[in-house]
């Protein structure tokens, strides 16, 4: 489900929203998403997302989720353009790649479970 909040006329804020008892789905999105940033990180475009690797934690049958994921959308900074125009690294604020500091650490709610 997607949930839409908009501030005024020019600020439209779209996020992505799942149910809690859906664990397994939830964690099924969060690859998705993590898969626009990894394909942005390895150079991967839509005409290159063969080159995104197979995921078989979910069944076979969706192996091939995250490639089908970055041929029809893209990687993010593809996405981020789409949306916003082909803007320079420094100017995308919190939405910039992290180069320089080394890995973040997030926790996947549902994966550890």
């Known amino acids: 489900m997607v949930s839409d909040c908009s501030l005024r006329e020019d600020a439209t804020f779209i996020s992505l929203a799942t149910r809690e008892d859906e664990v397994v789905f939830s964690s099924f999105i969060d690859c998705v998403v ?13 005409k290159r997302s063969i080159e995104m690797p197979l995921l078989s934690i979910f069944g076979n049958d969706f192996a091939w989720a995250l490639r089908d994921s970055i041929a029809y959308s893209g990687g993010y900074g593809e996405i981020f353009a789409r949306n916003f125009g082909d803007v320079l690294q420094v ?9 320089e ?7 996947f709610p549902g994966l550890g479970q």
């Open 34 to 46: 993590l898969a626009e940033v990894y394909a942005l990180e390895n150079g991967i475009s839509t």
């Open 101 to 107: 500091f080394g890995p973040r650490i997030h926790s």
């Open 91 to 99: 100017d995308k604020g919190r939405n910039a790649l992290n180069n």
